[in-house]
T-cell receptor, first 113, second 109 residues
Framework: DAMVIQNPRYQVTQFGKPVTLSCSQTLNHNVMYWYQQKSSQAPKLLFHYYDKDFNNEADTPDNFQSRRPNTSFCFLDIRSPGLGDAAMYLC????????????FGPGTRLTVL | GQNIDQPTEMTATEGAIVQINCTYQTSGFNGLFWYQQHAGEAPTFLSYNVLDGLEEKGRFSSFLSRSKGYSYLLLKELQMKDSASYLCAVKDSNYQLIWGAGTKLIIKP
């Protein structure tokens, strides 16, 4: 089945220790998104790629970086995680920006000690 | 600014009907989405409305009034597995999804 895969599902890191979250998709979608979601809050868009075109949200901290080496893979790098970065990180894809819906991966739950 | 409003929490009884409302103020409109999100899991797509009216999909229906900036999600014949958060999201003029904080629906036997 075509899908969006995120690894790992649960990630524990220490304060200030860099961490990388990964996302892959078999849907061959052009757009990939990274969201941060904290408990009982709306998903917050961090950035998205339209093909190789990177789009950073204005309020995304510099601590967050992303890479998309090819159509299928996208990575979220948190350079120096703080306690406030503990959250669920959701990867999503869509066929294009105007497409009907976004397809989400299962998410990575990040804990910062 | 852009804003999506929906109730924080609702409670309903198994087998009953519940309506979850969503009002929005966005710069432009390119469709409204409803997603279901179980605790600790990712959102899953439920419905999409871009024209006024009712879209029915099994036990779930979604309604849109663009002139009123209003939508609702109607869930019929509630089951315990419907206990989840329901998120309303609007695609604005830049095709960016603006998300509501979600409505936590609690189903009681």
């Amino acid at each position: 089945d075509a899908m969006v895969i995120q690894n790992p599902r649960y990630q524990v890191t220490q304060f200030g220790k860099p961490v990388t979250l990964s996302c892959s998709q078999t849907l061959n979608h052009n757009v990939m998104y990274w969201y941060q979601q904290k408990s009982s809050q709306a998903p917050k868009l961090l950035f998205h790629y339209y093909d190789k075109d990177f789009n950073n949200e204005a309020d995304t901290p510099d601590n967050f970086q992303s890479r998309r080496p090819n159509t299928s893979f996208c990575f979220l790098d948190i350079r120096s995680p703080g306690l406030g970065d503990a959250a669920m990180y959701l990867c999503a894809t869509s066929r294009d920006r105007e497409a009907d819906e976004q397809f989400f991966g299962p998410g990575t739950r990040l804990t910062v000690l | 600014g852009q804003n999506i409003d929906q109730p924080t929490e609702m409670t309903a009884t198994e087998g009953a009907i519940v309506q979850i409302n969503c009002t929005y103020q966005t710069s432009g409109f390119n469709g409204l989405f409803w997603y279901q999100q179980h605790a600790g899991e990712a959102p899953t797509f439920l419905s999409y409305n871009v024209l006024d009216g009712l879209e029915e999909k099994g036990r779930f229906s979604s309604f849109l009034s663009r002139s009123k900036g209003y939508s609702y999600l109607l869930l019929k014949e509630l089951q315990m597995k419907d206990s989840a958060s329901y998120l309303c999201a609007v695609k604005d003029s830049n095709y960016q999804l603006i998300w509501g904080a979600g409505t936590k629906l609690i189903i009681k036997p």
